[in-house]
């Protein structure tokens, strides 16, 4: 299901759009889903017959209770490698008698888990906030000569949290882990460009600019894969001497400028020239 509302608008030096967006997905997989929020604003101005503004910044919230799995232990792939003459829906019940919360009811025991068990106790939750936006500004400095400077960022920070339960055939005492993730990316650049005609069979254009990107980025993750009580997912109900903690940080930067130059004979003839370094 998807829902969106747009206010739109303008008059002779700009105009703008904003729009919202939202998206509920019900996954084919039960106990899955996606729910997304976005937020998008569109703007182009012109602050000077000669000066001219276009931004768009983006923002987006994605958020999901369950996420289904994708490895050979999938519900999908489970059902996939059932025998046709096990009746799947008769596994609904998949806590063997007595033994709720702790034992799963298999119907192949010991080598594969129940799909409803893996499908409403193997929780993949996460929650993921996204920005993204550009600013670009462009000078028509002379008739022939024009200045374009922009900045472009993409942002993001995730939480992701993952459940097992006990008496999974990968982890028979479960297991928990809660990760987090940041990245940042900003690019920032500018670009000169020349253009003329030379004469009535000539014409060039030169151009020459620079850019920055700049990038950082961080991650945690907290694991075990033994808890103490079953039903339990939180760090502190992992046994002793089980708890993994990784972090992992980085920063890059990368300065670059370049050029390009076209020299056209009556609009058949091209020689380009390019150089960056």
């Known amino acids: 299901l998807t829902n969106n509302v747009a206010v739109t608008g303008g008059n002779s030096d700009g105009n703008f759009r904003l729009s919202y967006t939202n998206l509920l997905n019900n996954g084919i997989v039960p106990n899955t889903g996606l729910d997304r929020n976005t937020l998008n604003l569109a703007v182009n101005y012109a602050l000077h017959p000669k000066i001219k503004l276009a931004a768009n910044i983006g923002y987006t919230k994605n958020r999901s209770a369950n996420r289904p799995t994708y490895n050979r232990g999938s519900v999908s792939n489970i059902v996939y490698t059932t025998t046709p003459n096990v009746d799947v829906k008769q596994l609904r019940d998949y806590w063997a008698p007595g033994g709720e919360g702790r034992q799963q009811f298999s119907h192949v025991p010991g080598s594969m888990d129940n799909p409803y068990f893996v499908a409403y106790e193997f929780i993949n939750s996460y929650d993921r906030n996204r ?61 000169l460009t020349y253009k003329r005609s030379l004469s009535p069979d000539f014409f060039v254009s030169v151009s020459g600019g620079g850019n920055r990107m700049d990038q950082q980025g961080r991650s945690t993750l907290l694991s075990t894969e033994s808890l103490i009580s079953p039903g339990v997912y939180n760090i502190n109900n992992a046994r002793a001497g089980t708890v993994s903690n990784n972090t992992y940080r980085f920063r890059k930067r990368i300065n670059s400028l370049y050029g390009m130059a076209q020299l056209v004979f009556r609009h058949y003839a091209f020689l380009d020239i390019t150089a960056r370094n």
Request: charged residues 25%; hydrophobic residues 35%; negative net charge.
């Open 131 to 191: 920005l993204t936006g550009n600013v670009e500004l462009n000078v028509q400095l002379t008739k022939d000569l024009g200045l374009m400077g922009r900045t472009a960022m993409d942002m993001f920070n995730e939480t992701r949290e993952n459940k097992r339960p006990f008496s999974s055939i990968r982890n028979p005492v479960g297991a928990y882990a809660l990760e987090t993730e940041y990245f940042r990316e900003q690019n920032t650049d500018f670009l």
